[in-house]
Structures are given as structure tokens and as C-alpha cells.
């Protein structure tokens, strides 16, 4: 099944046009990287497939057009998105956040919870171990893990996450993508990650689709990116 399709998505911000007719294609089960040079336009992709950017064109989520419908409704509808500088709750506990995360969840998997809490207590054993301190004292790379695990456990189908690399030492980072590769597996999940450090992230990716200026300037498998000049000179923003 084909988790999300975007056919000619354009944005703008007044009078200045950020996306300029993005198509793109992500099949059910694909960790996919949204690389591109800073300013490329890589957070309002993000931000208009999750419907907080308005935008023109169509957008497909799970065979459901959700272009005209909220951003509460598309999360209601399974997709997940964990923003830029991740937005948790600083004064709540670890496991507040969590538990906060878990209420957003569709019905069917209420009953669930119980072991998904388990799964991502395994999955980040330091956020076990921090669970009940304030979300404002953890580390960066602790918090990022927070805010992924928070985002995971609404158990969307479709996760979009924001550079989460920022601020995280390569080795955190790394760490955080073997773990996005192992919930995939374990709950079937799709992830759209989009990142400025294409090195890291072709490794866990599938596949990738490099932005610039607003457009598609290359796809393919990550394999096949990773030593492909168009993608250094896109990476650096000189494409
Ligand atoms: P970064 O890695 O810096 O977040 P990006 O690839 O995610 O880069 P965007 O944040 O989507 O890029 O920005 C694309 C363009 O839109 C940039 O030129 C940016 O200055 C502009 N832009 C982003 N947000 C706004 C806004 N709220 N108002 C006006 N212009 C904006």
C-alpha cells in the first residue's frame, strides 16, 4: 500500500513561494530521508503534509485525501509529527509525556498500551530510567528520544520527525535511527525523516528524496545516494 502520495504540493509564506510543486511517493513500511540544504524547504514539506502550512495540491494518506481537513484530524487519521526543538512538556515527568503521547491513540489500540509502554521502555531504556524526572532536565539527545517516543506512542501509521539530529552528538544520533529502524519493524510503521545530515541518515533510510529550492532535485534508494555527487552539491545547498 502506497502510506502517503503529495501530487504538485505548493506553499508559500505571503508573497514568497517556499514549495514549488513537490511530488512524492511513500510506500507503507519505508523509513524515507527528506534531505536538503538549510532553508530548502524541508519543515514546510512537514509542516503542510501534517496541515499546519496551508498549501495547494493534493495529498493522499493511506488511500484518504486529508488536503482540506485539520491537523487534529490528520493525527486522529495516524499521522504522527515531531516538530523541530521537539516540543515537550519540560515541567511534566518523563512518563507524563509519555502517557500524554498514549492518550492521542486511536481506539483499537487502547488496550495496548499497557505493552506499547513496555516496548518503548526497552526501546529507550534511559527514558525508563528517568521516568520520573521533568522532561526540562533531560539531555538533548534524551529529550529528542522523548519526543520520538511520545510522537510513537499515538501509534501512528505515518511518522514525519524534523531534524531530530539537531544539537545530538553523530553517536546519539545514530542510536536514535537504529531505533526508528527497529519500531519500524516492530509496528509496521512509515517514517518521513527529514534531516541536513544525509551521512547518517542514508544509512537507516530506504530511500531518499533530496529538496532544493522548493523542489524534488533527486530520489532514490539510499544506497545509490550516499557517494552521489548531485547529493553533496544539493546537501550544500549549491545545486
Ligand atoms: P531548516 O533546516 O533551516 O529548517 P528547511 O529546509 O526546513 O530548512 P524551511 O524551514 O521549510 O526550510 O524554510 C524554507 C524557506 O521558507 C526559507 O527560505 C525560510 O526562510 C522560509 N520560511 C520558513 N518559515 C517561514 C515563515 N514562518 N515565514 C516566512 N518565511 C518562512
Redesign the pocket.
Known sequence: MTMLIAEDLCAR??G?Q??HGVDLAIAEGEIVALL????????????ALSRQ?ASSGAITLAGTRIDGLSTARVARLGLGHVP?GRGTFTELTVEENLRLGALARPRNLRARTTSDLELIAETFPVLHEMRARQAGALSGGQAQMLAVARALLARPRLLLV??PSLGLAPLTTLELFNRFQSLRDAWSLTILL?E?NARLSLRIADRAIV?SR?RVALEGPATELQDHDALRAAYLGDA
Open positions: 509564506y505571503g514568497v517556499v514549495l536538503g540544504a538549510n532553508g530548502a524547504g524541508k519543515t514546510t514539506l512537514l509542516r502550512v523541530e524534523d531534524e527529514a541536513q529538496l522548493g
